[in-house]
């Protein structure tokens, strides 16, 4: 199993990545199979989520994904890693426009894990760029 892993040798960056990836892509088959999830992320009772609004997610979410994936095996890559840091800054701010601007979604436990993951690690990779950038 340790062959399929990022080298230990980068750090714990790439390891975060790839477990982000994963669960997002587990996110997205989750968003086309249900709206349970997504009602959570975007809980306003005035605009409620409907199917393709979910798959919608579903898509953006597993191109995320993948970019984050590409960026956990190739974490010295200069473009890979600025995608990377690009899909968190573009996340974070959907989800705090879709929170504060556009009122879809409401401040709770749906919404707090994309905020906090988008920016702990939005934060994490712009600190750390010349440990992983070479």
């Known amino acids: 199993m340790a062959f399929a892993l990022p080298s ?3 750090g714990y960056l790439p ?3 790839g477990l982000v990836s994963v669960v997002s892509a587990v996110n997205s088959v989750q968003s086309y199979l249900t709206l349970a999830y997504t009602a959570r992320v975007y809980s306003s009772p005035s605009r409620p989520v409907n199917a393709l609004s ?4 579903g898509t953006w979410t597993f191109l995320s994904a ?9 974490i010295t890559d200069p473009l890979i890693y600025q995608l990377a840091v690009w899909t968190y800054g573009i996340a974070f701010g959907h989800f705090v426009t879709e929170w ?3 009122g879809t979604a409401r401040w709770g436990a749906g919404l707090a894990g994309p905020v ?5 690690t939005l934060a994490w990779m712009v600190t ?3 440990w992983y950038v070479r």
């Open 128 to 130: 750390q760029w010349g």
């Open 54 to 57: 979910a798959r919608t997610f």
């Open 116 to 120: 906090f993951v988008s920016t702990g």
């Open 15 to 17: 390891y975060w990545l």
């Open 8 to 10: 230990i040798h980068n």
């Open 100 to 102: 504060l601007v556009f």
């Open 66 to 74: 993948v970019v984050r994936l590409y960026a956990a095996y190739n």
